[in-house]
């Protein structure tokens, strides 16, 4: 039998800003995302990922400064370029940040940042995060031109968009996989990391392991939704479940 190290790894980063939204809906301390950031941990998660916006809606900048002293495995920034929060990221010191485009009145993040127009100020900002050994990646649409314009602002790696893959139904999805493919393989061919997440749930997720093969998922929404009723550690082992058997069995 094939064994997921045959197979090469596909790691799971856990978004825990959603234990931090039902905080702020009573805005009050409970429930802590530094506890679900241990439980996510305990239950296997590889990384932990964090959103700190700008409107700090979610994630506050105490949970991003206990989380780094608490939670020992490495910890992923989402972020926009703005000044603020790149200097609170720079101070802090995660092992990654992925570059997001944020809009305060949007529900979650939508669509890719828009790299080709804005190579210039990236790559300014991947310079200021590689002096402190900080890792970059950039949250793309499945497009190989914005794919291109990522390699030219030296970032370490993307991550590829599958929430149109995730919302699509019936024959749209493959053709939605076959555009993720196609920017996956020219993102490796430029040498960068290819990563994947967005609408991903127990039910979808093999599909992106099996076609595009990311280094890491970056998944919160589906898995804080289901820690509701199971626990996050189970939540979290049953994701790595069903990563692990769709790298093992290719379907
Ligand atoms: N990746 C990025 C860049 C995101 O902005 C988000 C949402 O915060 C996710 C992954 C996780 O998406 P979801 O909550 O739909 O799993």
Redesign the pocket.
């Known amino acids: 039998m094939t064994t997921a190290k045959e197979k090469g790894v596909c790691l799971l ?1 856990v ?1 825990i ?2 234990v931090a939204t039902v905080r702020e809906a009573r805005k009050t301390n409970e429930p802590d995302p530094v506890w679900g950031g241990v439980e996510a941990q305990l239950g296997g998660a590889d990384l932990i ?1 964090l ?1 700190l916006r700008e409107d700090r809606r979610h994630i506050s900048d105490r949970d991003l400064r206990i989380m780094l002293q608490t939670v020992t495995a490495p910890l992923n920034l ?1 972020m926009s370029l703005d000044e603020e929060i790149v200097s609170i990221a720079l101070d802090s010191g995660p092992e990654m940040v ?1 570059f ?1 485009p944020e809009r305060r009145e949007e529900i ?2 939508e669509g ?1 940042l828009d790299v080709q127009s804005q190579v210039k100020r990236i790559s300014e900002a991947v310079v200021r995060f590689r002096e402190k050994g900080i890792r970059t990646s950039l ?1 793309i649409d499945p497009d190989v031109e914005q794919v291109g314009a990522s390699a030219d602002t030296g970032a370490d790696g993307v ?1 590829l ?3 149109t893959y ?1 919302a699509a139904g019936g024959g749209r999805r493959a053709a939605e996989l076959e555009k993720l493919a196609r920017a996956a393989s020219h993102a490796r061919e430029m040498e960068l990391i290819v ?7 127990y039910n979808n997720v093999s599909g992106i392991v099996v076609t595009i093969r990311p280094r890491e998922l ?7 939704s289901r820690s509701i009723f199971t626990g996050m550690r189970v939540a979290v082992k049953e994701m790595k479940k069903t990563i692990l058997d769709a790298l093992v069995s290719g379907c």
């Open positions: 980063g978004n800003d959603h990922t959103h989402e992925t997001v979650t993040t890719g949250f991550e968009h599958t929430g995730a990563n994947a997440g967005h609408g991903l749930n970056h998944i919160g929404h589906s898995i804080v």
